[in-house]
């Protein structure tokens, strides 16, 4: 079965908005462990625009369940997960004139390079995990550079503005998860998800893991955090029962 991670950069967000104190991103972490996820999210991008390395050190000293650090390939973000060592890193593009993350690790990092990070992480026990767009040739390359999971990037999917599109992008989805799970990597799934189009995605019994933040949060604003974030792992942990009635 697989399982929620909830993202909390979209908390941190809202904070840095009015330079506030609040909304914490560590308290929703620990809302959302008793709501019942499996998981933590965070991405310390280099520009600091949400998450901060106090966040971050706060949320290695509370979080039960597993915390993900998303991270650049870059040796200032290695030295911080190193220092954090959280139980998974995931390491991802970033630019800086992007408003979220916008596709998957290509051609930006040597593939010699992410094998060498990826070795000092694992030496440290840290798993690693590598955000791929849904191209085949990206998964051979995270096994080549001996990444341990695969975040497949599904916002090609989620953006889908027709049944056709959205079919297409399914099917590349389940073609890389499969792959990838022949290859002996772990899979996980986000970017884009949300209450509506998760569950197509439960389809793929391959992805362990399901990383949701901006859907959670919008609905939290009306809702409240702990039923926002219960309200997914429902969904998540019910396997999409009733997905596709209205396709």
Same mark, same amino acid.
């Given at each position: 079965?697989?399982?929620?991670?909830?993202?909390?950069?979209?908390?941190?967000?809202?904070?840095?908005?009015?330079?506030?104190?609040?909304?914490?991103?560590?308290?929703?972490?620990?809302?959302?462990?008793?709501?019942g996820a499996?998981?933590?999210?965070?991405?310390?991008?280099?520009?600091?625009?949400?998450?901060?390395?106090?966040? %971050?050190?706060?949320? =290695?000293?509370? +979080?039960?369940?597993?915390?993900? #650090?998303?991270?650049?390939?870059?040796? !200032? $973000? &290695? /030295?911080?997960?190193?220092?954090?060592?959280?139980?998974?890193?995931?390491? %991802?593009?970033?630019? =800086?004139?992007? +408003?979220t993350t916008?596709?998957? #690790?290509g051609g930006?990092?040597?593939? !010699? $390079? &992410? /094998?060498?990070?990826?070795?000092?992480?694992?030496?440290?026990?840290?798993? %690693?995990?590598?955000?791929?767009?849904?191209?085949?040739?990206?998964?051979?390359?995270?096994?080549?550079?001996?990444?341990?999971?695969?975040?497949?990037?599904?916002?090609?999917?989620?953006?889908?503005?027709?049944?056709?599109?959205?079919?297409?992008?399914?099917?590349?989805?389940?073609?890389?998860?499969?792959?990838?799970?022949?290859?002996?990597?772990?899979?996980?799934?986000?970017?884009?998800?949300?209450?509506?189009?998760?569950?197509?995605?439960?389809?793929?019994?391959?992805?362990?893991?399901?990383?949701?933040?901006?859907?959670?949060?919008?609905?939290?604003?009306?809702?409240?955090?702990?039923?926002?974030?219960?309200?997914?792992?429902?969904?998540?942990?019910?396997?999409?029962?009733?997905?596709?009635?209205?396709?």
């Amino acid at each position: 079965m697989a399982k929620l991670a909830v993202s909390v950069d979209h908390v941190a967000t809202l904070r840095e908005a009015r330079q506030a104190i609040v909304p914490d991103p560590v308290v929703a972490a620990a809302i959302a462990e008793l709501a019942g996820a499996r998981g933590i999210s965070a991405q310390l991008r280099e520009d600091r625009r949400h998450i901060q390395e106090r966040d %971050v050190n706060l949320l =290695r000293q509370t +979080v039960t369940t597993k915390l993900n #650090l998303d991270i650049a390939p870059t040796q !200032e $973000m &290695l /030295k911080m997960a190193l220092s954090v060592k959280p139980d998974m890193v995931t390491l %991802v593009p970033e630019r =800086r004139e992007e +408003v979220t993350t916008e596709a998957g #690790l290509g051609g930006q990092v040597s593939k !010699e $390079m &992410l /094998k060498k990070l990826i070795r000092l992480l694992r030496d440290a026990d840290i798993t %690693v995990s590598l955000l791929l767009s849904p191209d085949l040739d990206h998964i051979k390359m995270a096994h080549w550079v001996e990444a341990q999971y695969v975040q497949v990037h599904t916002g090609a999917f989620c953006q889908a503005r027709t049944l056709g599109q959205r079919q297409e992008q399914f099917l590349r989805v389940q073609n890389v998860v499969k792959m990838a799970h022949k290859l002996g990597l772990g899979v996980t799934a986000g970017h884009g998800l949300n209450y509506q189009n998760i569950d197509w995605l439960l389809e793929a019994s391959e992805i362990e893991e399901f990383t949701v933040g901006h859907a959670i949060v919008a609905r939290a604003v009306l809702v409240g955090f702990e039923r926002a974030v219960r309200d997914m792992v429902d969904l998540v942990a019910g396997g999409g029962a009733s997905r596709r009635g209205g396709r």
